[in-house]
């Protein structure tokens, strides 16, 4: 009962206040009322959070750690949040850095199920980066989606994924869609001999991702795309457990709504709950992340971490074909380019376009 999960916590305060903030936070996130009426040593001692320590980062900003006692979260992901920036998340001076956990929660939660080595096993690419775009724009139907993605597979692409906008809408049923999505790869794969991987996109509650997970399986498929933070921690987590056979990638949708750092919240919590591929804003492109954020995302998902399985990076949002060389100078080969618009601009010419991607690609190897 002893363990506890290390909390980072960035503050605005002067100097004579940050103390008595930083109790409060710890106070906030573990009992959420006044100590003083607390007589239960048990709570005293175990539960109630502890401030370990408080940095001064200048200009008036502190960094705090506090120890919450893991046995709060219940091991559910949920809880896990809630217990780690529930009700401080409503006060506007405080963001939630990064946390540190017990190996415990490795265990508990399982982390990816397949990770870099297992998304680079299913395309056949031991030693490279990886090749990824998306179907656009949501308002197609079935066919004409289909058809677009057979196109893509015949430029040897690696992974296709639906747009995250792509849900169970009238114009396009998951149901319908995805078999006939999974029916023009499959074709296209096997005039290029290529393994390419098609990840429809998973939306709406429990019961609905259960059964747009059943049309996946009866597709033939291997993965999915998800939107943790809009269908929830808690079903995500429950159908990583549900489906060991499945890749997910991680859409992150959502994540702008919090002050929570993106380092943490994409690169380590959605990994620990099950994330094999987690897709994020990159640098240069239509937001606002600095080279610096994306580095330290990067190397979060990839790093040796609690005994967990890697992570791949996915970088995307605005990215062009023209950067392929610079981006993988910077994130190097332990990474899956995600590139959309820019591709999907060229048209006509998409097939062609998407080999040279491919090519460029696969021509940088580790």
Same mark, same amino acid.
């Given at each position: 009962m002893s363990e506890r999960i290390q909390v980072l916590y960035r503050v605005k305060s002067d100097a004579k206040s940050i103390a008595a903030r930083a109790k409060a936070?710890?106070?906030?996130?573990?009992?959420e009322m006044p100590v003083e009426p607390i007589d239960d040593p048990f709570v005293l001692n175990d539960i109630v959070g502890r401030v370990e320590d408080i940095r001064d980062l200048g200009e008036g900003l502190f960094e705090v750690r506090i120890g919450l006692a893991a046995a709060t979260t219940g091991f559910e992901p949920g809880q896990l949040l809630n217990m780690l920036f529930g009700n401080t998340s409503i006060q506007e001076d405080v963001v939630f850095y990064d946390a540190e956990f017990p190996r415990s929660f490795a265990a508990a939660l399982g982390g990816p199920r397949h990770g870099l080595e297992g998304i680079r096993k299913r395309v056949n690419a031991p030693r490279?980066?990886?090749? $990824?775009?998306?179907?656009?724009p949501q308002?197609?139907?079935?066919?004409?989606?289909?058809?677009?993605?057979a196109r893509l597979a015949e430029g040897g692409i690696d992974y296709i994924k639906d747009d995250h906008g792509?849900?169970?809408?009238?114009?396009?049923p998951f149901a319908e869609r995805v078999p006939a999505i999974a029916e023009a790869v499959a074709a296209a794969s096997a005039k290029t001999g290529i393994p390419t991987r098609y990840l429809p996109s998973l939306s709406g509650n429990l019961d609905s991702l259960r059964k747009q997970m059943r049309h996946v399986v009866m597709a033939g498929l291997d993965g999915v795309l998800i939107v943790p933070l809009i269908? %929830?921690?808690?079903? #995500?987590?429950?159908l990583?457990?549900?489906?060991?056979?499945?890749?997910?990638?991680?859409?992150?949708? #959502? %994540?702008?709504?919090s002050r929570i750092r993106p380092t943490f919240l994409f690169g380590k919590l959605f990994r620990l709950l099950g994330s094999d591929a987690t897709v994020f804003a990159n640098y240069g492109g239509r937001f606002s992340y600095t080279p610096e954020e994306c580095k330290d995302l990067s190397m979060a998902?990839?790093?040796?971490?609690?005994?967990?399985?890697? $992570?791949?990076?996915?970088?995307?949002?605005?990215?062009?074909?023209?950067?392929?060389?610079?981006?993988?100078?910077?994130f190097g080969v332990d990474v899956m380019l995600l590139i959309g618009g820019s591709l999907l601009a060229t048209r006509e010419r998409i097939t062609a376009e998407t080999a040279r991607y491919v090519e460029a690609v696969r021509a940088t190897k580790a």
């Open positions: 936070i710890a106070v906030e996130q573990s009992v490279r980066a990886l090749t $990824c775009s998306a179907l656009k308002g197609l139907p079935a066919k004409e989606l289909a058809a677009l993605a792509l849900a169970d809408q009238v114009y396009s269908v %929830g921690l808690p079903a #995500f987590h429950t990583v457990k549900e489906n060991p056979d499945i890749v997910f990638m991680t859409h992150p949708a #959502f %994540g702008g709504a998902a990839l790093a040796p971490w609690l005994g967990l399985k890697s $992570c791949v990076p996915v970088p995307a949002g605005g990215m062009a074909l023209k950067r392929i060389g610079e981006l993988l100078d910077f």
